[in-house]
């Protein structure tokens, strides 16, 4: 990658970052302007993209709990949401045909269900990015968005395979043995230290699995997924994940970029994916009619559905097969890229006050939830304590140690992750299990007793969500919070927070007080 087209994406994101859209925003906008000023996409682009889209592959993998998957709802949910929107897109698109009459629109029936079919893939990129950034992977709404992507990759996968006509060898069943190779794996990862190794066992897991899944005549990217689900559980499947973050990252920008080197767009086509864009707020509606008739909470179902509210990269993949395949023109992959790129802007906008608008709108919205649902969460009862300490990872149960200490039985955890909470109950700690972004939760703790609530957590986001909760809870104690810069401290206090412990700083002053005691 060359050095402008690193100025330039840095230039655009860092634009997006001060009108308050998510970087990749501006990434998308970069490829438009860096192929209309004339640049051509070097092949280091493609590469880099594709280990972008691999190594997110893997990281999903690493977060996947395999029982959910297999779960019935979660199938019907996705089906029934693809298939009901091609249903609707179809008559759609042969419609705008006949009234508009406009040649990019002269598709025949096979071509408007190829199209249907492609916007209605939701993009895993887009949603893993803002989970990642609100730390609600493992959240109730998190895990069922996280599933419905999977299970749409599986399908463009199996569409991929079908289209390209090639027969997976019968070696392939060979691969159900990757299962007898865990112990192996979870061997060499303890064994690898803190260090550099992490990551490079990290890209070796990541580069590798594709590389078998090919040799068999699989798609490697399934095969990226098949082996982060393979590690993800381990001890040190966490500390992986951790490692390949900033990696997968800054691949990805290359994936952004190469969006804008499809084609250069005409007004017809801008017109055109604007259209299909408008059409994203019924997306939204079917996902959130369908969830809800299968008994998910209102609450997941709605985040959920905000989530999904967007097409994908796959929708481009499948898009780009059809066109090698001479099934569609060159001008729809490029219609589906604007309207794969506008979709991103409205859906990380739209999220971004996505648990204000159900704090605010919580009644209207649980309104359409069933009696009984499948994610019921019967949050445990939090009694006779003062404290309670939000985020149960090291800093969290560090606070939390320490304050047992003077505190006595008066302080309790709060952790998201049920795996997580039920290892620590097993250790005597107070703790519950809980959403802090839930205003239900928060609604079910007497807050009138509780004095302090500690919030140690790594996203600077959650912590902004979980202080408009309590406001919003007319939660009148105090609150403390975590920080890894000054700029955080300061917004975070200027939300509502007593005080913003920065932990860089704060370790650095415990060390010396902690050792000035062995002169004494």
């Known amino acids: 990658m060359s050095l402008i087209w690193i100025f330039v994406a840095f230039l655009f994101g860092y634009l997006a970052k001060l009108i308050t859209l998510p970087p990749l925003v501006g990434y998308l906008c970069a490829g438009f302007v860096l192929h209309a000023a004339g640049f051509a996409p070097d092949p280091s682009l493609k590469l880099l993209a594709d ?3 691999t190594l997110m592959l893997f990281t999903i993998g690493l977060k996947v709990d395999f029982r959910w998957l297999i779960k019935p709802s ?7 949401h693809m298939s009901v929107w091609t249903l609707l897109l179809l008559p759609l698109l042969i419609l705008s045909a006949t009234l508009v009459g406009a040649q990019l629109f002269d598709l025949s029936l096979h071509q408007s269900a190829l199209v249907a079919f492609a916007f209605s893939f939701s993009s895993t990129v887009c949603v893993i990015k803002i989970l990642e950034d609100n730390a609600e992977l493992k959240s109730r709404h998190g895990e069922l968005t996280i599933g419905v992507l999977i299970l749409q990759d599986i399908i463009a996968v199996m569409f991929l395979f079908f289209a390209s006509g090639k027969v997976p060898s019968i070696w392939a069943f060979a691969l159900f043995g990757l299962w007898f190779i865990r112990p192996l794996l979870k061997k060499v990862m303890a064994s690898s230290g803190h ?20 040799l068999v005549g699989m798609k490697g990217d ?34 952004f970029l190469s969006i804008g080197f499809t084609a250069l767009p005409s007004l017809d086509m801008w017109f055109i994916a604007a259209s299909l864009s408008l059409l994203l707020p019924i997306k939204l509606l079917l996902f959130f009619i369908i969830f809800n008739m299968l008994g998910f909470r209102a609450r997941t179902s709605f985040l959920s ?21 001479d099934w569609l023109s060159q001008e729809w992959l490029v219609i589906i890229a604007l309207s794969t790129s506008i979709s991103f802007v409205f859906s ?16 209207q919205i649980s309104r359409f939830q069933k009696k009984t649902v499948l994610d019921n969460h019967q949050f445990l009862p939090v009694k006779g304590k003062k404290i309670l300490v939000v985020g149960m990872g090291r800093v969290g149960f560090g606070a939390y140690h320490e304050l047992e200490h003077t505190q006595k039985s008066k302080v309790c955890g709060i952790e998201l992750d049920p795996q997580k909470a039920k290892s620590l109950q097993a250790q005597n700690i107070a703790i ?15 807050l009138e007793d509780i004095q302090l609530i500690m919030l140690a957590l790594p996203s600077v986001n959650e912590m902004k969500n979980i202080i408009y909760q309590l406001q919003h809870a007319s939660y009148q104690g105090k609150i403390a919070c975590t920080a890894q810069y000054e700029d955080q401290q300061d917004e975070l206090i200027s939300l509502g927070a007593d005080v913003a412990f920065n932990y860089y700083a704060e370790v650095g002053t415990g060390f010396a007080e902690e050792s000035v005691q062995l002169l004494k």
């Open 51 to 53: 280990l972008g889209i």
């Open 74 to 80: 979660l199938w019907v949910a996705t089906l029934t």
């Open 195 to 214: 260090g550099e190794l992490i990551p490079l066992y990290g890209f070796l897991l990541a580069l590798g699995g594709p590389e078998i899944f090919k």
């Open 222 to 255: 399934l095969g990226a997924l098949i082996v982060g689900m393979l590690v993800a559980g381990l001890p040190k499947a966490n500390e992986l994940y951790k490692s390949l973050m900033s990696f997968k990252d800054l691949f990805l920008i290359s994936f």
């Open 305 to 325: 559905s905000l989530l999904l509210a967007n097409y994908s990269e796959f929708g481009l993949i499948v898009a780009n097969i059809s066109v090698d395949q």
């Open 348 to 363: 990380t906008l739209c999220y971004k006050f996505a648990h204000k608008i159900y704090a605010a709108k919580k009644t």
């Open 432 to 446: 519950v299990c809980g959403d802090a972004d839930d205003i239900e939760f928060w609604e079910q703790i007497p």
